[in-house]
């Protein structure tokens, strides 16, 4: 899979000058566009336009400096309709515009090109076990925050704390289903990955129950595949480790793919030391012929 992905890495440089057709990164790669697109930013960190668009505008700014072709040519070569967007781009990646640079000689910013490599530490285990389930519903309180990858996300605690017990109780009675108890359920609103992307966070329980308060909130979940996967540490650095682990290690290395859903978090008290938690994280996969 990391050979399929590099291999996709280099048809985007052969191509910056034409259009990056997503559906051929995903022939490449043996995956559906909607995984290739969720796989990259997961790994990359950014949305893929956003890598591609910024590897565009390092190669043009090269192209700039050099003082030939001309700044419209150049415009055209990558894509932009007219002098003005190619100068609105430049600037948002380089902060100055084509013509001052050309100009002044000024320095500007560069976006490497990405390759992938696997690396796995031999300190750590990846349990997991892959669960066929039944349609359920998430229920409970939603609030849209920002992604943040490092650190406790001070939205979804404001949001937490800004519960009700009362409506809390109501909730956890509602609670029918595997991860048992309250817990966290993001829904993420765009492909991209990267850090401030928004995504809907549901403080809730799983249940099959039909009918349910008009003042919660609820999102239905079909009947599909689920890997579990789960660890043992410091929070919220050893969950945030596995959801990167899952990503980078996991999803390569196993025949499945990400499938549109909701991911899963329940996370309580190690038994062994109340100073840690025990995390189980449940992610929407589908089989793959790969």
């Known amino acids: 899979m990391l050979d399929r992905l590099n291999q996709a890495m280099e048809h985007i440089e052969r191509h910056l000058d034409q259009h990056v057709e997503v559906s051929e990164l995903a022939r490449i790669t043996v995956t559906s566009e909607y995984h290739f697109r969720r796989l990259f930013s997961s790994l990359a960190g950014m949305p893929l336009s956003e890598y591609v668009r ?3 505008l ?3 700014g ?4 050099a003082r030939e072709p001309t700044l419209l040519e150049i415009a055209v070569r990558y894509g932009y309709t007219s002098g003005e967007a190619f100068a609105r781009a430049f600037r948002a990646v380089h902060g100055v515009g084509p013509g001052e640079a ?3 000689g000024a320095a500007l910013n ?4 990405l390759s992938f490599r696997l690396t796995i530490e031999g300190n750590s285990t990846m349990r997991y076990r892959i669960i066929e389930k039944e349609a359920f519903r998430v229920v409970g309180k939603k609030a849209r925050v920002p992604l943040i990858y490092e650190g406790v996300n001070p939205h979804i605690a404001e949001h ?3 519960i009700p017990p009362e409506t809390m109780l109501r909730i956890v009675g509602l ?7 309250v817990v966290s359920a993001t829904v993420r609103l765009s492909d991209g990955f990267e850090e401030g992307s928004e995504l809907d966070y549901y403080h809730a329980v799983v249940t099959t129950a039909a009918e349910v308060p008009e003042d919660l909130d609820v999102l239905d979940c079909p009947a599909g595949t689920w890997a579990v996967f789960e660890n043992t540490g410091p929070f919220p650095q050893a969950l945030q480790r596995m959801w990167g682990d899952v990503a980078a290690q996991w999803i390569p290395s196993n ?6 859903g909701p991911e899963i978090l329940s996370v309580r008290p190690a038994q062994e030391d109340p100073g840690q938690t025990h995390a189980q994280l449940w992610i929407p996969v589908v089989r793959t012929t790969r």
């Open 54 to 56: 910024r590897r565009r």
């Open 58 to 60: 390092t190669v043009a």
């Open 62 to 65: 090269a192209e700039v400096l």
């Open 102 to 104: 050309r100009r002044t």
């Open 110 to 113: 560069s976006q490497p090109r």
């Open 160 to 162: 937490v704390s800004g």
């Open 175 to 181: 609670a029918d289903q595997d991860p048992q108890g």
């Open 255 to 260: 025949p499945y793919e990400y499938r549109p």
